[in-house]
């Protein structure tokens, strides 16, 4: 759902004046300031105005709201309290939100960013590039690379901000991405094929992304290989 004007609907609970506008200043009192008692926009107040109806909600972006139940009837009560609060609009079943795709059927829910990933590579020039099989090489070391060739500081950080977004659907880059993040303040371009190498795979796995089932078991499994000096740098186990 959207809510209208959503910011204009907190209420201001600190004493906040503002001067009258221009061309709409009252002439008998134009030395007079109003006392707000709802935010208005640019106020540094209006998020926590907001934030009183936030323990009702999954998930808030400014005005738009993502929620749901196992009840049809919870649902309802939160919508028809929602509209007596606010003026909303029902946009419908959940989709696309943020730049993430939803596919909700009957027995799973599939999460995934496609169209983010394919913009991705296409923001950087990949797109007819031979896909990769893994998103790092297993045999390269990866180290600072002192005597390297520079590369472009703001092209390497925006390859490498894209694909932090893109971790929310694919766990499978995050360890890659996460090694490269860590050479932004002074990228070579040994770095910079690593970054490469990961969008070529994202090319060929572009519909990659999580499946959650109704499975009854929620004990969580995780895998971890088992590494010593990982860290060519200092010798230093990354796996703790």
């Not at 109003?34 to 009702?56: F, S, T």
């Not at 002192?146 to 694919?170: H, P, Q």
């Amino acid at each position: 759902m959207d809510v209208k004007i959503a910011f204009l609907n907190g209420i201001v609970q600190e004493k906040v004046y503002v001067e009258q506008p221009k061309r709409f200043v009252d002439s008998a009192n134009h030395d007079h300031v109003y006392k707000l008692k709802k935010v208005l926009y640019g106020l540094k107040q209006a998020p926590r105005a907001w934030e009183k109806n936030q323990l009702m909600m999954a998930q808030i972006y400014v005005a738009d709201i993502v929620f749901g139940g196992v009840s049809n009837q919870l649902v309802k009560q939160f919508i028809q309290h929602m509209e007596v609060e606010f003026e909303m609009s029902m946009v419908g079943e959940l989709k696309y939100f943020l730049g993430i795709q939803i596919g909700q059927m009957e027995d799973n829910i599939f999460i995934s960013q496609s169209k983010y990933a394919k913009n991705i590579v296409q923001k950087f020039g990949l797109e007819i590039a031979k896909s990769k099989r893994t998103p790092l090489a297993t045999h390269v070391k990866i180290t600072k690379d002192k005597d390297g060739k520079e590369v472009n500081i703001s092209n390497y950080r925006s390859m490498i901000g894209s694909f932090l977004y893109l971790t929310a659907s694919r766990p499978d880059i995050a360890h890659s991405v996460g090694v490269c993040a860590r050479y932004q303040a002074a990228p070579k371009e040994s770095h910079l094929n690593l970054v490469k190498r990961i969008i070529k795979y994202v090319q060929g796995t572009l519909n990659h992304g999580l499946l959650y089932t109704f499975d009854t078991n929620n004990s969580l499994v995780g895998y971890c290989e088992a590494g010593c000096a990982g860290n060519a740098e200092d010798r230093k186990s990354t796996f703790g």
